[in-house]
């Protein structure tokens, strides 16, 4: 089945946010697809919120590869950036399968870089820009 919610603008981030937690609960591997300025870390950035992250803690870790972050619970949050990665030596270097391993909440920002290396459970979500600026979320289960 497809499913896709649609975010009209910043102040409708934490809702869709929301929406997409209550209707993607059970899974902790959500890879984001999208075109650069697709807004994968803006959303990242809006998951984290409304999962009790420090605002201010959260930033695209481009550089890093890896972030973490701690809901409100205490649970980590593990943010990926594959953009930079040329070769899944890089991914593995890092310890990958130790995050995804976990079973805490990995979000995992250009994930055709690691692709081979996603685990099958991985949810692939795109996200699309339309011409008059609305992104739009989908994906299959």
Aim: net charge negative; glycine share 6%; proline share 4%.
């Amino acid at each position: 089945m497809v499913h896709s919610i649609s975010i009209n603008g910043l102040n409708a981030l934490d809702a869709a946010a929301r929406e997409f937690l209550d209707r993607t609960a059970g899974h902790n591997l959500i890879a984001l697809y999208g075109q650069m300025g697709a807004g994968k870390t803006t959303f990242t950035t809006a998951l984290c919120r409304v999962l009790g992250v420090r605002e201010d803690a959260v930033s695209s870790p481009t550089f890093a590869i890896v972030n973490e972050y701690r809901s409100a619970a205490g649970d980590p949050v593990f943010h990926f950036d594959f953009y930079r990665i040329t070769k899944l030596a890089e991914a593995l270097d890092i310890g990958f399968y130790d995050y995804v391993d976990s079973r805490c909440l990995c979000i995992i920002e250009w994930p055709e870089n690691i692709e081979e290396i996603l685990p099958e459970e991985t949810l692939k979500v795109s996200i699309t820009v339309s011409p008059d600026g609305v992104r739009t979320l989908t994906w299959e289960d």
